[in-house]
């Protein structure tokens, strides 16, 4: 080989940012992701898969700052390009085959131009896990089962972590109405407050400064977004600012059903990056490891879909996202993932004319209460697919036959009376009037667990 030859040799290295992985990390990765899909799979949702490749416009679309930049094209054109996330596709998957009320868990590679950092478990390509809850439903169900299971998942694996969250809502109307930021310096003003992690607060003050923006907007800014209620762990405004209600739900619900641990951080100085998010957002972070950021994320996004499908009809979204690679990086060792067996149980709650709206709320909790249960696999190595009550005004004798088309081997359902007595009402599906079996059964919650493994 002569000299020429030599210094225009390719060296055997792979794209920045883009390791090889070994038999030990793919094995890692794999397990995670298993658990992942066995606890969405609690919760009803369906596999599916979409291509590497998109249409650039549709991956795009109407995003601002980095991501144009970030994004890998294929062609000369720029007409494809490999997929940024596993949000758009989902939302381009809805629209293209015209669903209104589906719900979605998807694992796989996604493409970034970024400043990678391996260590970090920052990467150009790398796993993330998603799964989405599309369609109407009741009291923030879908929100919170979001964040159910990533506190489900997580802990599955001994993380230390808490869960940011804000309302996009919320941040747009402190900013625009509060502050009275000009609205044509929003998206940058977002994008610099969305840094509030990485940087201090004078340092964002100086950011905001230069981009001009007047002393008294800075000074506005200052007083409604970095005050004392800033990572507060119990969310309570008395005010009437958009988003409060929705945000007080969330925390209402981990009072009940994480009463000793709470995991949800207020923080109004989240902003999440993607153009499409509309309500609440949220980041979990690890609670020492700064150095890694995010390691899961997500929020609403309701009406992505309908921009995609060119339609009028509205398709609300609800979806997390989890950061697989980096999780892995974190762990750096095996988890034993126990062996999952999974039955179809549909819980609901029975109201009469006169129940009050509180009273709704106190049995859509029971609901959320006895779900948690089917789903908690330290008490027994068993899990049970649970669908939630989605139509609340939806006649019983309708929802029982729903229960019983979509395989359900049981429903539960809650009514005034169980809620008083600490107990449900089981019955079983696909068993006619007159059958020997026992058709229907009021028990006990406590009992409730040891009832469904042994009949079910």
Same mark, same amino acid.
């Given at each position: 080989?002569?000299?020429?030859?030599?210094?225009?040799a390719t060296?055997?290295?792979?794209p920045?940012?883009?390791?090889?992985?070994?038999a030990l990390?793919?094995?890692?990765?794999?397990e995670?992701?298993?658990?992942?899909?066995?606890?969405?799979?609690?919760?009803?949702?369906?596999?599916?898969?979409?291509?590497?490749?998109?249409l650039?416009s549709?991956?795009?679309?109407?995003?601002?700052?980095?991501?144009?930049?970030?994004?890998?094209?294929?062609?000369?054109?720029?007409?494809?390009t490999l997929?940024?996330?596993?949000?758009?596709?989902?939302?381009r998957y809805?629209a293209?085959? $015209?669903?209104?009320?589906?719900?979605?868990?998807?694992?796989?590679?996604?493409?970034?131009?970024?400043t990678?950092?391996?260590?970090?478990?920052?990467?150009?390509?790398?796993?993330?896990?998603?799964?989405?809850?599309?369609?109407?439903t009741?009291?923030?169900?879908?929100?919170?089962?979001?964040?159910?299971?990533v506190?489900?998942?997580?802990?599955?694996?001994?993380?230390?972590?808490?869960?940011?969250?804000?309302?996009?809502e919320?941040?747009?109307?402190?900013?625009?109405?509060?502050?009275?930021? %000009?609205?044509?310096?929003?998206l940058?003003?977002?994008?610099?407050?969305?840094?509030?992690?990485?940087?201090?607060?004078?340092?964002?003050?100086?950011?905001?400064?230069?981009?001009?923006i007047?002393?008294?907007?800075? /000074?506005?800014?200052?007083?409604?977004?970095?005050?004392?209620?800033?990572?507060?762990? /119990?969310?309570?405004?008395?005010?009437?600012?958009? $988003?409060?209600?929705?945000?007080?739900?969330?925390f209402?619900?981990?009072?009940?059903?994480?009463?000793?641990?709470?995991?949800?951080?207020f923080?109004?100085?989240l902003?999440?990056?993607?153009h499409y998010?509309?309500?609440?957002?949220?980041?979990?972070?690890?609670?020492?490891?700064g150095?890694?950021?995010?390691?899961?994320? $997500?929020?609403?996004?309701d009406?992505?879909?309908?921009?995609m499908?060119k339609s009028?009809?509205?398709?609300?979204?609800?979806?997390v996202?989890?950061?697989?690679?980096?999780?892995?990086?974190?762990?750096?060792?095996?988890?034993?993932?126990?062996?999952?067996?999974?039955?179809?149980?549909?819980?609901?709650?029975?109201?009469?004319?006169?129940?009050?709206?509180e009273?709704?709320?106190?049995?859509?909790?029971?609901v959320?209460?006895?779900a948690?249960?089917?789903?908690?696999?330290?008490?027994?190595?068993?899990?049970?697919?649970?669908?939630?009550?989605?139509?609340?005004?939806? %006649?019983?004798?309708?929802?029982?036959?729903?229960?019983?088309?979509? $395989?359900?081997?049981?429903?539960?359902?809650?009514?005034?009376?169980?809620l008083?007595?600490?107990?449900?009402?089981?019955?079983?599906?696909?068993?006619?009037?007159?059958?020997?079996?026992?058709?229907q059964?009021?028990?006990?919650?406590?009992?409730?667990?040891?009832?469904?493994?042994e009949?079910f």
């Open positions: 080989m002569n000299v020429t030859e030599t210094k225009t060296k055997a290295t792979t920045s940012g883009m390791p090889d992985c070994n990390t793919i094995e890692a990765r794999s995670l992701v298993d658990t992942i899909i066995k606890y969405a799979r609690t919760y009803g949702v369906d596999r599916i898969e979409t291509p590497i490749l998109e650039s549709l991956v795009i679309g109407e995003e601002h700052g980095d991501i144009r930049n970030q994004v890998y094209h294929v062609d000369e054109n720029n007409l494809y997929r940024y996330d596993l949000t758009k596709p989902f939302a809805m293209q085959n $015209g669903l209104s009320q589906f719900s979605r868990v998807q694992a796989g590679p996604v493409f970034r131009k970024d990678p950092a391996v260590t970090n478990g920052r990467f150009c390509q790398f796993w993330q896990c998603d799964v989405d809850f599309a369609g109407k009741h009291a923030m169900l879908y929100d919170w089962q979001c964040i159910e299971l506190i489900s998942v997580l802990q599955s694996v001994a993380l230390d972590f808490r869960i940011r969250v804000n309302h996009r919320l941040f747009e109307y402190l900013l625009l109405e509060k502050c009275k930021l %000009p609205k044509e310096l929003y940058k003003t977002a994008q610099i407050i969305d840094k509030s992690d990485k940087m201090s607060k004078p340092e964002i003050l100086v950011e905001l400064s230069k981009i001009g007047a002393t008294g907007t800075i /000074n506005a800014i200052e007083q409604y977004l970095f005050d004392d209620t800033k990572d507060s762990e /119990n969310f309570d405004s008395d005010e009437d600012y958009p $988003g409060c209600a929705e945000l007080q739900m969330l209402r619900y981990q009072s009940v059903l994480f009463p000793n641990r709470h995991y949800i951080e923080d109004k100085t902003v999440r990056g993607m998010y509309t309500g609440m957002i949220f980041e979990v972070v690890l609670v020492d490891g150095a890694y950021g995010s390691i899961a994320a $997500g929020g609403r996004y009406q992505l879909i309908q921009q499908a009028e009809q509205i398709v609300p979204v609800v979806g996202s989890f950061g697989i690679d980096r999780i892995v990086a974190i762990l750096a060792k095996d988890k034993q993932v126990p062996t999952l067996i999974l039955s179809d149980i549909f819980i609901t709650f029975v109201k009469a004319k006169d129940t009050s709206h009273q709704q709320i106190a049995l859509f909790e029971n959320l209460e006895v948690q249960l089917c789903r908690e696999p330290e008490l027994f190595h068993e899990l049970f697919r649970v669908t939630v009550i989605q139509d609340p005004d939806m %006649p019983l004798k309708a929802q029982i036959k729903l229960a019983a088309d979509k $395989g359900n081997v049981a429903i539960i359902i809650i009514g005034e009376m169980e008083t007595n600490n107990s449900v009402t089981v019955r079983k599906l696909g068993v006619k009037r007159g059958g020997t079996k026992i058709q059964e009021t028990v006990a919650i406590c009992d409730l667990m040891a009832y469904l493994v009949n």
